[in-house]
């Protein structure tokens, strides 16, 4: 079992930068492949980002590439995300979640566990 809860969201301007993190408990979220989604009103939910297990490998949506950047801390249970350059359809309720397993899935449906999400607003 593992619980993540999100934290760093609020309301930024258009070319503005934001942090988000999310905190994991359970003793083996290194083992998990962790991944930030984001779902926007009316809309489905979406990937992001995602980070494997040992921080070696990365994969971002085209969206946010360039822009968003994945990090985490295994030894402190928390994976990041740096969002720079934000743009109004940044706007969302961005969600952490964690998926057994080293493959980086881009489907929500694939992670097992999720955050209660925190919202980004971005104003033009």
């Known amino acids: 079992q593992v619980q993540l809860v999100e934290s760093g969201g609020g309301l930024v301007q258009a070319g503005g930068s934001l942090g988000l993190s999310c905190t994991a408990s359970g003793r083996t979220f290194s083992s998990y492949t962790m991944g930030w989604f984001r779902q926007a009103p009316g809309e489905e939910r979406e990937f992001v980002t995602a980070?494997?297990?040992?921080?070696?490998?990365?994969r971002y949506a085209d969206s946010v590439k360039g822009r968003f950047t994945i990090s985490r801390d295994n030894a402190k249970n928390t994976v990041s995300l740096q969002m720079n350059s934000l743009k109004p359809e940044d706007t969302a309720v961005y969600y952490c979640?964690?998926?057994?397993?080293?493959?980086?899935?881009?489907?929500?449906?694939?992670?097992?566990?999720w955050g209660q999400g925190t919202q980004v607003t971005v104003s033009s």
């Open positions: 979640a964690a998926r057994p397993g080293r493959l980086l899935k881009t489907d929500p449906q694939e992670y097992d566990y």
């Open positions: 980070i494997s297990w040992r921080g070696d490998s990365t």
